[in-house]
């Protein structure tokens, strides 16, 4: 919760979470089917803010209604009007007043106030996930979580882009809890509402379904976080994309962080530094960034977000395909207007994303930073050239992400419902 952090100085080294020992952690498997573990009391979360819970719930019925979404590209977009301005995207404490990098919320001094907000691994040790976690207590979780993502995917393909974003925007606030989940509610500030994901974030109602399936097995059993890591990975192999081992074992959080969403979540419009800076913070070196981007490779963005970039005639752009989105991403209006991450091959997860950046092709001014002529100019270069190496970065960084601060042991709960605490 932004209450708990401070600002101040931070080293990435600090925050990063990695290499510590977890030894002494405790670590607790689920009970088998039918007898869900004991659940710690459930911990009061920060009051409501004044924010709209109807404006939310909108947000979740529209994005998960792909006619609601063609029909209505100026209400989406007319929404993120108020904050489509460069430099003060997604991030409203990141404005020219800091220095790059240098101000990073931290967990602050207070220490978690109960069970449930206690993060073991945040701080002190490194994730205990195991691929093997479900084997015994709910043996078809898997097949049953394959199954709800792959008929969402048959009947719109985008989706599979947008479940891998949703497992981005959990990991990167709070950790990979399933707080970008939780609905508004008197105690709860949703993530759903923060800029990021206003009006953006899609998929909310594909893990309410699989977890539905799957509750009707194994009741209490599958927490909603590792829903969305298996999901998102599920996704992937289904637009040809790598697959890799998931690990298990997260359990779900009692709070959400709108505040931490509109921080710690990159922006289109940010620089290299800050991108770089931004993954670290989260335990994530350079060339996982990079990789991760390579997600960029499918899904879709709205006219906002890249309009400055196609009207700015820099040299960073192809004349041509400025031109080309121009028609489609006037300089007023039609904000919520859709162009293809990659014009090439929107609907595949491959690494034309990386070619296109080198014919200057990007459509987000934070995609054609990548190769700007910066530490990642090679990283961009080794991914164009080589599909295998993109493939097997992208799945590594994959799980990488999916390691930020889980909730284990007796920390956080299995939700129910993933939308609300139990
Ligand atoms: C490097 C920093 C990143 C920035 C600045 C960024 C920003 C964005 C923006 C602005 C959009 C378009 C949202 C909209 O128009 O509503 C988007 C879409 C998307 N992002 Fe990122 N992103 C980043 C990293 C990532 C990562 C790490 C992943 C996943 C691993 C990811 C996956 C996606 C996907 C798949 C879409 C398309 C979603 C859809 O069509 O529903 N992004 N991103």
Redesign the pocket.
Known sequence: MGSEFQLRKESPAHSANLGHNCANEQRTQPKPQGQPPPLAPVQKTKPNRGQQGGKNKEAAIHQNNPKAQQAKPNQQGDKGREYAKPGQVYGNNRGKNYQLGDWMPVRGKSPPKGPNKARPNENSCHAQLSSTFYDRTCPNALNTIRTSVRQAVSSER?MA??L??LH?HDCFVQGCDASILLDETPTIVSEKTALPNLG?A?GYGIIEDAKREVEKTCPGVVSCADILAVAARDASTLVGGPSWTVKLGRRDSTTASHTLAETDL???F?PLDR?ISGFANKGLSTRD?VA??G??S?????CF?FRDRIYSNGTDIDAGFASTRRRQCPQEDQNGNLAP?DLVTPNQLDNTYFKNLIQRKGL?Q?DQVLLGGGSTDSIVSEYSNSPPAFASDFAAA?IR?GDISPLTGQNGIIRTVCGSIN
Do not use: E, N, V, Y
């Not at 499918?298 to 709205?302: E, K, L």
């Open positions: 985008r882009a947008s891998i974003r981005f953006s899609r990159p922006g289109p940010d991108l960034m991760l981007s997600a960029h499918i899904g879709q963005a709205q977000l991450l987000l934070s994959m992400m």
